[in-house]
């Protein structure tokens, strides 16, 4: 898109004007409760513009998270959805009693239930749930989101550019997808992500996470759950050298 100067929503294709947005606002610890998330993370979100959140689960038995997502659920009083992610850590078995407890909330999305090479296990809930299934986020290249698609035939596709192919391997992936009626959404990089997933049809929400925000010029603006690709070339986003002595892969390459 900066080659041909214009924003990157223009380069990859149509799709939508604005984008919903998913907040990662919490890590469930051990000893942390809905109320106090609520009043806190949930709060926070919701007056910076998200109304969709997700929160990382799996520090505990799968049958306490999946309580602790109903107390988060109804902490929330109908303010916000919630998408949940397990980060691979739970068992086939408790998995599926689990989710299976959590089904009738109306989450947005299930995350990563099983280990990413778990193909067989993934598939077995898919075909059980009314939730959606995410997964994706650890492919790499095309191929291995098609075998995905072909695998484990989940709702949502999330993809990593870093581990995708980039803005190319998303693209040819999205192409996939599309084909098989199968939405996508972005893992991190939201300064990016808001640009492809308004250029690609088949994708509606992306992911936020604030790591990147001093570095590339300042957070993506947020409004009602909405945020909008910008209209500067590329993808619109300003490299802060000065904030380079900060970052954290910066500090780990020069040891």
Request: proline share 4%; net charge positive; glycine share 12%.
């Amino acid at each position: 898109g900066a080659v041909l100067n214009h924003p990157q929503i223009v380069a990859s294709g149509d799709g939508h004007d604005r984008v919903h947005v998913a907040r990662q606002s919490v890590q469930m610890r051990r000893d942390q409760r809905a109320r106090g998330w609520r009043d806190g993370a949930f709060e926070r979100g919701r007056a910076l513009g998200f109304r969709e959140f997700k929160a990382r689960m799996g520090l505990n038995a799968p049958s306490v998270d999946a309580k602790r997502v109903r107390e988060l659920v109804r902490a929330m009083d109908g303010k916000g959805r919630l998408a949940i992610d397990i980060a691979q850590r739970w068992g086939t078995t408790e998995a599926m009693a689990a989710c299976t407890e959590m089904d009738d909330l109306g989450l947005l999305w299930i995350e990563d239930p099983l280990h990413q090479d778990n193909y067989a296990g993934m598939r077995n809930i898919v075909d059980r749930m009314r939730t959606p299934i995410c997964t994706g986020e650890n492919a790499y290249s095309v191929r291995g989101a098609a075998r995905i698609l072909d695998e484990i035939g989940c709702a949502y596709l999330m993809l990593d550019l870093e581990r995708c192919g980039g803005i190319t391997g998303w693209r040819k992936a999205a192409a996939i997808a599309e084909s098989r009626q199968v939405r996508m959404t972005t893992h991190v990089y939201p300064h990016i992500g808001v640009h492809l997933v308004c250029g690609t049809a088949g994708a509606t929400i992306g992911e936020y996470l604030p790591w990147w925000d001093d570095l590339l010029g300042g957070p993506i603006e947020v409004s009602d759950g909405f945020a909008r690709p910008g209209s500067a070339p590329g993808v619109g986003a300003q490299v802060q050298e000065a904030q380079f002595s900060r970052a954290v892969w910066r500090k780990t390459i020069s040891g």
